[in-house]
T-cell receptor
Framework: ETGVTQTPRHLVMGMTNKKSLKCEQH?????MYWYKQSAKKPLELMFV???????ENNSVPSRFSPECPNSSHLFLHLHTLQPEDSALYLC????????????FGDGTRLSIL | EDQVTQSPEALRLQEGESSSLNCSYT??????LFWYRQDPGKGPEFLFT???AGEEKEKERLKATLTKKESFLHITAPKPEDSATYLC?????????????FGKGTSLLVTP
């Protein structure tokens, strides 16, 4: 596998469920990111991890919980989500965080019932 | 506050009809300006990085340019396969976590 891989591609869950999104990068990068993409809005940064350490939490509600066990894997744990959380969740990676291009996976399309 | 604005929101071109997409940015201490292409159901695909005013990058029918206030993505003789949403993003020295600030994108449709 090459690039950035996200699973699952689609997820439907109820508001009381707990689920996790997974991201794996095969690019040898040391920084990973979670973004939220909603219709008619710019991509919104959620979390940044640099060398497995969280360096940014962009005022994200606690119902989203990230985990980065190593620089190749990133998870987003979800619990008691709201309907407005329905969106495309994108994972990205880069070599460093300062001014290097980020490479994205194809995202998980999340629908909250 | 860092801001990125793209125009137009949508653009329809005939095959072979050249045009330009605009990205205006207000970023303190620009460290990089990025262009991405996004197809439906896919994640953004990296196209170019520009670092300083006057810089230009080219790839096939696409050419990106940068000034101190805006960037242009010029599309020469587009083909239907160039249809996609084009995203612009900027990162500045004061950007939280060096995060990319994205515009809303320009949706391009090229008809045969």
């Amino acid at each position: 596998e090459t690039g950035v891989t996200q699973t699952p591609r689609h997820l439907v869950m109820g508001m009381t469920n707990k689920k996790s999104l997974k991201c794996e990068q095969h690019l040898g990068h040391n920084a990973m990111y979670w973004y939220k993409q909603s219709a008619k809005k710019p991509l919104e940064l959620m979390f940044v991890y640099n060398f497995k350490e969280q360096t940014e939490n962009n005022s994200v509600p606690s119902r989203f919980s990230p985990e980065c066990p190593n620089s190749s894997h990133l998870f987003l744990h979800l619990h008691t989500l709201q309907p407005e959380d329905s969106a495309l969740y994108l994972c990205a990676s880069s070599q460093g965080v300062a001014n290097q291009p980020q490479h994205f996976g194809d995202g998980t399309r999340l629908s909250i019932l | 506050e860092d801001q990125v604005t793209q125009s137009p929101e949508a653009l329809r071109l005939q095959e072979g009809e050249s045009s330009s997409l605009n990205c205006s940015y207000t970023v303190s201490g620009l460290r990089g300006l990025f262009w991405y292409r996004q197809d439906p159901g896919k994640g953004p695909e990296f196209l170019f990085t520009l670092y300083s005013a006057g810089e230009e990058k080219e790839k096939e029918r696409l050419k990106a340019t940068l000034t101190k206030k805006e960037s242009f993505l010029h599309i020469t003789a587009p083909k239907p396969e160039d249809s996609a949403t084009y995203l612009c993003a900027a990162v500045g020295s004061l950007s939280a976590g060096y995060a990319l600030n994205f515009g809303k994108g320009t949706s391009l449709l090229v008809t045969p």
